[in-house]
């Protein structure tokens, strides 16, 4: 069966510090990998996706990127954390074509 | 992309049945209309996804009006553990892959 893992489950940086948050899907080849994130009280806000190894889409300009070194791992980064970047981070990943979408238990980033 | 709308918030009396709306007018006729759910501090769980047809499984009905325009959600026998945000998204095709763009959905209460 598929699973898909993300850490940390929690993570609080401050303002300016690097960031690296890691996913990875099992039981699966050639996943759609996507990253969420979700402001306290808002709704989910999709950041970035993937179709492929090195393939990355970005939707919202902003200061976090995303790579996906391997086909079933998906990480997101920044270089250096602001405030507004603090929220719920979800990994989730799709096997292809109007297919359901699998999200993980989510990373709480607090940015102080 | 097609768009949704949802109301923000309902409540539902525990062991009734649950109808949750969303207006999708802008729908393509090739884009599927999924539901998610997520529990506090959860990823968004699958519920069910159609095309034209209503559809049926354990957890939920999916009614599709024949305009595709709108849909509703209905937990037949709403329990407490059905308290959640509930999304209707809708499925679009670009670049090889599907981005699954979230509204804010609607915050299910279920009352004893």
């Known amino acids: 069966s598929q699973t898909i893992h993300q850490w940390p489950a929690t993570l609080v940086q401050p303002v300016g510090s690097p960031l690296s948050l890691e996913c990875t899907v099992e039981g699966t080849s050639n996943p759609n990998l996507y990253w969420y994130r979700q402001a306290a009280g808002r709704g989910l806000q999709l950041l970035f996706y993937s179709v492929g190894i090195g393939q990355i889409s970005s939707e919202v300009p902003q200061n976090l990127s995303a790579s996906r070194p391997q086909d079933r791992q998906f990480i997101l980064s920044s270089k250096k954390l602001l405030l507004s970047d603090s929220g719920f981070y979800l990994c989730?990943?799709?096997?292809?074509?109007?297919?359901?979408?699998?999200f993980g238990s989510g990373t709480q980033l607090s940015v102080l | 992309d097609a768009k949704t709308t949802q109301p923000p918030s309902m409540d539902c009396a525990e062991g009734r049945a649950a109808n949750l709306p969303c207006n999708h007018s802008?729908?393509?006729?090739?884009?599927?209309v999924y539901w998610y759910r997520q529990i506090h501090s959860q990823g968004p769980q699958y519920i069910i996804h159609?095309?034209?047809n209503n559809e049926t499984n354990e957890m939920a009905s999916l009614i599709i009006t024949e305009d595709r325009k709108s849909s509703t959600l209905i937990l037949p026998h709403a329990t407490l553990r059905d308290t959640a945000v509930y999304y209707c998204i809708v499925i679009s095709y670009p670049s090889g892959t599907y981005k699954y763009i979230f509204g804010t959905g609607t915050r299910l209460k279920v009352l004893a």
């Open positions: 802008t729908i393509s006729g090739n884009e599927y």
């Open positions: 159609g095309l034209k």
């Open positions: 989730a990943w799709s096997a292809g074509r109007a297919e359901k979408l699998f």
